[in-house]
């Protein structure tokens, strides 16, 4: 069976302060590896993804995610966050393309001014 | 295009009583997922259909949920009896059917409360 851990609950941040949500994983078998955002009063939206090749990987907003596979964890970082960055943060694995996510209990970031 | 609508967007009900949840997917994906969050806990899986066919049903609690997705379009799951600890965010989402990675999407959930 595959878990997740997210380490954090809450991660309170200043604006423009650097930030990294951890995530490690539990998997037996190979896993594909998600980050997902949730804004308030919206639905989940995937913010990246690892499938396969290089380990660091990017989303359009300037989050990046990296793969290692040693220590079992997929840690999203941003050098610099904004308000609107403040949301609650999900990692995912699968098994399988197609096949059910498992979450992680979440992360709520929050950016101050 | 429209994106993965649910029905209701809150729900109130007593214990006992029978509720149902309707998903409607984006148009021509065949994956439809089913998930839940209870409170402070993390998003738990409950099936997953191709079509109109179950997946995956490992997820279900117990056999007062039922979920069905008849002619694979539209999905509801219902809850009968609804007990206290069926409350949570119960979540949506959905795929197209093709090689390799499809990305799921989810809609914005049903939010339901046992009283």
């Known amino acids: 069976a595959q878990s997740v851990t997210q380490l954090d609950s809450q991660v309170p941040v200043f604006e423009e302060a650097p930030v990294e949500l951890r995530c490690n994983y539990s998997?037996?078998?190979?896993?594909?590896l998600f980050w997902y955002v949730q804004y308030p009063n919206q639905g989940l939206q995937l913010l990246l993804k690892?499938?396969?090749?290089?380990?660091l990987v990017e989303s359009i907003n300037g989050f990046e995610a990296e793969f290692n596979k040693s220590q079992t964890s997929f840690h999203l970082r941003k050098p610099s966050v904004h308000i609107s960055d403040t949301a609650e943060y999900f990692c995912?694995?699968?098994?399988?393309?197609?096949?059910?996510?498992?979450f992680g209990q979440g992360t709520e970031l929050s950016v101050k001014p | 295009e429209a994106g993965v609508t649910q029905f209701p967007s809150h729900s109130v009900i007593e214990k006992g009583q029978t509720v149902t949840l309707r998903c409607d997917p984006i148009?021509?994906?065949?994956?439809l997922y089913w998930y839940r969050r209870v409170m402070g806990k993390e998003i738990k899986f409950l099936l997953h259909?191709?079509?109109?066919?179950?997946?995956?049903e490992s997820g279900m609690p117990n056999n007062r949920f039922l979920a069905e997705r008849t002619g694979g379009t539209y999905s509801t799951l219902k809850v009968q009896p609804a007990e206290l600890e069926d409350s949570g965010v119960y979540f949506c989402?959905?795929?197209?059917?093709?090689?390799?990675?499809?990305?799921?999407?989810f809609g914005p959930g049903t939010r339901l409360t046992v009283l």
């Open positions: 690892y499938l396969s090749g290089s380990t």
């Open positions: 998997s037996s078998v190979s896993v594909y």
């Open positions: 259909f191709v079509k109109e066919s179950k997946q995956d």
């Open positions: 995912a694995v699968s098994v399988i393309q197609g096949g059910k996510l498992i």
């Open positions: 148009s021509g994906h065949d994956n």
């Open positions: 989402a959905s795929s197209q059917l093709l090689g390799g990675y499809n990305e799921q999407f």
